[in-house]
């Protein structure tokens, strides 16, 4: 698979709950397309349909309507199986994922955990300290997993989902319920998996700032519904420095600065264009001058990521 390949792809995938009549979408034509090698944000509020969605891809619950492809292999179409259990089982072996808390042996050791799972996965116990270390866990290793602390747990879920390879991994919400050291060890750890094991990884979270700090690509999604998708760094892109400029008559204040081929947009009481150079603006104001145009304030301004998901989301989502 290149580069630019989808690892995930999904059209109209719908998830309805509810009885007949009274159906309610949970997860509502949702077009995803996952790029492989990134860390992909699935962005939204409680209850907007991540997990549900995450569950569809894992094939754990069914969908009602829609397709999804995983690794580049149709696995489902049209709301159905689009494989036998043979190959969707081949598939299903080569995804990792922690969904909802990971389920644990309490009485038996971290190590003897993952034995378990070697053997549910048919993996080599060899591969046990290679996650392990992935996970920096190797001195908690023989402790009861019952007494490890939340973020160890999370850790060993981890560690549990890594095993086997995977070449994708999907976490819902990760880092609920952590502390801030382990909120950002998480952070960090699912940062370097990409590139270090060639994974990639989509991980779902309510925090806007989790997502900026860890991801590549983001898709939110709110009331069921996927509103953005696209790389963070082009969302970057809406939080360069802008200049805003109140003048007498700011229409014809927008013309002028049209006609000097400067992009700019009036927006409530302000007329606002990227950041030029100092000659350039005092240029501007020069020429507005001219025209009899007088120039009330102007300041510099700057996104913050925030603004942008609510102008760009139409303000249907506060996260
Ligand atoms: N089995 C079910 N039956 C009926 N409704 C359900 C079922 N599972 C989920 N829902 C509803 O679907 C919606 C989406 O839930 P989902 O758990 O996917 O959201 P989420 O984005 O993961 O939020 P959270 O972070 O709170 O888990 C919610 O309104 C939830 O109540």
């Known amino acids: 698979m290149s580069k630019n390949n989808f690892v995930i792809q999904t059209k109209d995938l719908t998830k309805s709950y509810g009885k007949p009549g009274e159906k309610k979408d949970v997860v509502k034509k949702v077009n995803l397309a996952v ?62 994922s922690l969904i909802e808390s990971p389920s644990y042996y309490g ?55 890594l095993l086997g390879h995977p070449r994708l991994l999907l976490l819902d919400e990760p880092t609920n319920g952590l502390d801030p050291a382990g909120i950002s060890e998480m952070r960090e750890l699912i940062r370097s998996l990409p590139e270090t094991y060639h994974m990639t990884i989509m991980v779902s979270s309510h925090l806007l700032s989790e997502i900026d700090q860890m991801a590549d690509y983001v898709g939110i999604i709110n009331k069921g519904q996927v509103i953005y998708q696209d790389s963070l760094l082009h969302l970057h892109e809406h939080s360069r420095k802008q200049l805003r400029l109140r003048t007498s008559n700011n229409s014809r204040a927008l013309c002028i600065l049209n006609e000097n081929e400067i992009n700019c947009t009036l927006e ?28 009330l304030r102007i300041e510099e301004y700057q996104k913050s990521l925030e603004d942008i998901f609510l102008s760009l989301t139409g303000k249907q989502v506060s996260l």
């Open 268 to 295: 409530n009481d302000f007329l606002s264009f990227p950041e030029t150079s100092d000659d350039t603006t005092a240029y501007l104001i020069s020429a507005l001058v001219r025209e009899g145009i007088g120039v």
């Open 35 to 96: 790029p492989e090698g990134c860390v992909y944000g699935f962005l939204g509020p409680n209850g907007a349909g991540k997990s549900t969605t995450m569950k569809m891809l894992l094939g754990l619950i069914k969908p009602t309507n829609g397709e999804i492809s995983i690794l580049g292999t149709p696995f489902i179409s049209q709301g159905k199986a689009a494989l036998n259990e043979k190959s969707r089982l081949a598939i299903l072996r080569q995804t990792g």
């Open 107 to 161: 009485h038996l050791s971290g190590r003897q955990n993952l034995e378990i799972i070697c053997t549910l996965k048919n993996v080599p116990t060899k591969e046990i300290g290679e996650v392990l270390s992935i996970v920096r866990m190797e001195s908690q290793q023989d402790k009861k997993a019952g007494h490890y602390s939340l973020g160890m747990k999370q850790r060993l879920g981890l560690a549990g989902a």
